[in-house]
């Protein structure tokens, strides 16, 4: 059985996803959160193996809630899950830490697949392209590079720190200073996803 939790301040939206969780066998509802402040007790009460969480949240968005929940120990995977997902959010979210990105249009056996493969350790993230990649990285100061291309390459996150020869809270703060560049007004998550050729 895979413990599934979920953030979203719309109650449709919660009543929904918990509908459809418990019509699929193998995955088990095991709470909701309206708030971020929320969310901490319940992922401490149910344990889950995935948390679902809603990109555009009040007051916080989800890369944030995202990054807080990757610092648990242990930490359940990460579907971040948005009415705008696109190519535009995938840098993001990987700095922040997601297993996956998922469009809340999606039909439910693909949202169903995208659970099961980040609770067996697997991404449900797009590729990145080349062109992403590189806006991402003008968006960027100089030294936040080698953060992000170790980022990208899956590196984990106590490596990158001993790599860099920085504590894991340093890295923590960098990557937090990354993500609010990459979402101010020229940020990525602001940019159209380059069109495909």
């Known amino acids: 059985m895979i413990r599934v939790a979920f953030i979203d301040d719309h109650p449709a939206v919660r009543l929904g996803l918990e509908s459809a969780l418990r019509s699929e066998p193998g995955l088990v509802p095991v709470g909701a959160a309206e708030q971020p402040e929320d969310l901490p007790p319940l992922l401490y009460r149910t344990r889950p193996d995935v ?11 989800g890369l944030s809630v995202c990054r807080q929940i990757k610092s648990d120990i242990p930490a359940p995977a990460v579907l971040l899950y948005s009415a705008y997902a696109d190519a535009s959010l995938v840098v993001p979210a990987i700095i922040a830490g997601a297993d996956g990105i998922v469009p809340k249009s999606v039909p439910s056996r693909q949202l169903f697949e995208a659970i099961r493969t980040v609770a ?52 923590a703060g960098r990557i937090a200073a990354m993500l609010d560049r990459l979402k101010a007004p020229v940020g990525i998550a602001h940019q159209p996803a380059p069109e495909a050729p």
């Not at 030294?143 to 920085?166: C, F, K, Q, W, Y």
């Open 120 to 171: 067996k350790g697997g991404t449900a993230l797009p590729p990145i392209s080349p062109d992403l990649l590189q806006l991402a990285s003008r968006c960027l100061e100089p030294e936040d590079l080698p953060v992000l291309g170790m980022l990208v390459n899956h590196i984990a996150r106590r490596d990158i720190a001993d790599t860099l020869g920085i504590s894991p809270d340093d890295l």
């Open 51 to 61: 948390v679902l969480v809603d990109y555009h949240l009040p007051r916080r968005d």
